[in-house]
Each structure stands twice: as C-alpha cells, then as structure tokens.
C-alpha cells in the first residue's frame, strides 16, 4: 500500500492556525484519524472521521480548537488548527483508524513521513 502524504506543517505564533492536508490513496472506504509525536513523548491520537465524514472525535487536548475534514473524492484528510498553543508543537501524522473507539488504533505499516508543527513566538 502507498503510504499517505502529509503536508502544510510550518512555523507559527501561538494563537496562530495552521491546516494541515494529508493525501492518501484509496481511503475513502477508511475511517481517518490524525496523530501526533512531541519530541520525546510517545505518538498520541488527536482527532478522528469516520469513512464517510458524518462522525468525528477529537482528543480533549484539542477539542473546540482542532477540525478535521475529509474529502473522498480527493482522497485527502484535514486538520484545521486554530488558538495553536506550544504545546501543539510535534510531527504530525495521518493514518487510517483501524478500530473506530478510544484509543483508535491506527494501522502501524501505514505511517508516512509526517508533517512538523513548531508553535513559538
């Protein structure tokens, strides 16, 4: 399987917003979550959507703050990140959610390069 593509990470202020895209082949049958690792913390869930877009789930840590977005036809995944704090700060990651429920358990042969966010002023 072709691994995603994640893209539209960058340097930003706090309070500041970032949207992040992630292209991935042949998704639109899979639920979609996005993830994140800070340096020296281990890989956690951030948001979650369900294969046809009519469910989502965010982490508490983002929730009112974080949208995430599907559009099948393009095969793509969102992450809209609004009031970003330097906490948000990590490499961002895409991948499908092979068990829809905490902790979405994503599909570890899946995971691509990642897409960095670095919240500071």
């Known amino acids: 399987q072709v691994q995603p593509v994640e893209s539209g990470g960058g340097l930003v202020q706090p309070g500041g917003s970032l949207r992040l895209s992630c292209a991935a082949s042949?998704?639109?049958?899979?639920?979609m979550g996005w993830y994140r690792q800070a340096p020296g913390k281990e890989r956690e869930f951030v948001a979650a959507?369900?294969?046809?877009?009519?469910?989502?789930y965010y982490a508490d840590s983002v929730k009112g703050r974080f949208t995430i977005a599907r559009d099948n036809a393009k095969n793509t995944v969102y992450l809209q990140m609004n009031s970003l704090k330097p906490e948000d700060t990590a490499v961002y990651y895409c991948?499908?959610?092979?068990?829809?429920?905490?902790?979405?358990?994503?599909?570890?042969?899946?995971w691509g390069q990642g897409t960095q966010v670095t919240v500071s002023s």
């Open positions: 991948n499908k959610v092979v068990q829809w429920g905490s902790p979405f358990r994503p599909d570890y042969a899946y």
């Open positions: 959507i369900s294969n046809g877009g009519l469910s989502t």
């Open positions: 042949g998704i639109s049958f899979n639920h």
